[in-house]
């Protein structure tokens, strides 16, 4: 076959169908309008967003939650992810003065849930320090990222993680997640890393899908959701084995009894070595860099 002839027939390589991407510029392009063109029936279906909402589309938008961080994750360079859990209330310890102070014009309950919030700012900092740590070690396997740090977006425990990636030069993660409150994503967030999620159950699976080490600081329902889910997962077997690290002893025995539970035979003595106690960032750090042997 002649050169010529080949070029008006495109490189041997070329898609034979145009890209969605053209088809959908074509439909844009299409000057007709008739009863038949505005009526939501005609639209492309991968641009119809009344079609995508619909009920038996749900299948679809899993599928669609499920690749979308995969993929970006993936083109980012993303090679494994330093998880980090923990409450949205707990203060910075730079506005634990000022709720102490706003504390005692309140009435007793409430000024002592306030006082507690505010003496727990010292795991944010420490949240920060680690994240911070591990991001200034910026190690790379594979030529991808790895242990980048990775937090549910939010504001607290979640926004130390990802402000001390942010002050180390590096990039971060946030899974967000959409709520019938506002929750908008902490501004230390690397942009083109803030994901957006529907389903709890789609965001849990890509906490856990790069983890390589999973940091549990103090936190509520969410957190408690998400560490006895990951603890689920590795005691099954579902899951390898990775650091597990708990910070903050006094406060997981004073809210958990899990010496309890083995006591009483619900769980393995055994399962609670898969929890490694730490206080500060260098014991967490510490910890992982003896699983992997760094």
Known sequence: MSSDKRKRDGDLTDHRFYHADSEAKFAEANPDDTPQTRHPA????????????????RPVRFQLELLKPEMLLDEAGVGSTL???????????????????????????????????????????????????????????????????CSGGGPSIMEAANKGASDAGSESIGLNIILPHEQAPNPYVTPYLSLNFHYFALRKMHFLLRARAVAVFPGGFGTFDEFFELLTLVQTGKMKPMPILLFGKEFWNRVVDLEALAEEGTVSKKDLDLITWCETAEEGWA???DFYDL
């Open 42 to 57: 005609y639209k492309l279906a991968f641009r119809d967003t009344d079609f995508l909402l619909r009920e038996e589309l």
């Open 83 to 149: 998880v980090m859990y923990g409450s949205a209330r707990i203060p910075p310890p730079e506005a634990a003065d000022a709720a102490l102070k706003q504390a005692e014009s309140l009435p007793e309950d409430e000024a002592k849930v306030v006082r507690s919030l505010a003496a727990k700012s010292k795991y944010y900092a420490e949240a920060y320090r680690f994240a911070k740590m591990v991001s200034e070690m910026a190690i790379v396997e594979d030529g991808k990222r790895q242990f980048v740090v």
């Open 287 to 289: 910890a992982i860099a």
